[in-house]
């Protein structure tokens, strides 16, 4: 039923050409604040104004086409402008790879660690990129991608974004099935960031949030030998991310269910990412930690 009722109200977003008749954008601002502080205050209330710190870790489960990928993920935040994700997957038997993305402030930074995998070299793409793009945008591009991930999650956990990514909120109208009501809330920031954001009238939590993107240009290639066969399979990788570059922008909606009280902090425990109404993320969180110690020094890159 409830899959039905967030298609449903995919369906009526869908059919939103305008705010609401007689409304302008400075009534649409404040009602969008109205409804904000409503749903922090259902998220915790001065609980969630006292958050400095988080930790949060769950197992994944990702599809990319046939194949599927499943391993470890972990989050740490430290409010308000810093958090990492630290992901562990196998792509294959006998290799682990372990993927870092940070927000510390202004900076953006990955690292890609890797054990095992017989000798050879996997490289795991994500975001921008192509055989002809300027690597200074490329690089920019990147971490656009990386701040909005971590400003989505943020949105959808916690009702708020790193410091450093600013967000604007403005009613955007009344979603409607036959299960119940949900108010719909633009967001947009920075770098053109645009998401929609949909809050359930009955328990005023973040029920869903949906925007636009490429599909995942995810791209995994395993490089053995010598340099010159190293060389040739870099060049294939910026060949098809170039295609895929050039694919139209398609919807994305991601989930939010299994709320439970941790610390007096109302947390969804599952999260759940579709593309085109295909499922292809699953998160299931195991473990939250509200306020931990955690140190500034953990999100400089070494």
Known sequence: MREKFLIAILVVAAAMTELFPGVNAQDAATKAQQLINQARAALGGDKLKSLRSLSATGNYRRTFGQMEMSGEVNYDLLLPDKMMKTEVMSPMPSLE???????????????????????????????????????????????????????????????????????????????ESPDGKADALDVKGPGGFAARLFLDQKTHRPLMLTYNGKKPRV?????????????????????????????????????????????????????TRSIENEVNEELEITKVKINPQIKPEKFVKK
């Open 97 to 175: 790879i372990t993927r870092i993305e940070t927000i510390n402030g202004e900076e953006v930074w990955e690292d890609q660690q890797q054990h095992g995998g017989g000798g050879g070299m996997v490289i795991i793409r994500r975001g921008p990129g192509g055989a002809n793009a300027d690597p200074k945008q490329a690089q920019a591009a990147l971490q656009q991608g990386v701040r909005s991930d971590f400003a989505r999650l943020l949105i959808g956990w916690l009702l708020t974004t790193p410091s450093s990514f600013p967000v604007e909120y403005s009613y955007a109208g009344e979603a």
């Open 219 to 271: 791209i995994t290639q395993t490089m053995t030998g010598p340099p010159r066969n190293r060389e040739d399979a870099e060049k294939r990788v910026k060949e098809m991310e170039t295609e895929a570059a050039k694919q139209p922008d398609v919807e994305y909606r991601i989930n939010l269910d299994d709320y439970r009280d941790v610390n007096g902090i109302s947390f969804p425990h599952k999260l």
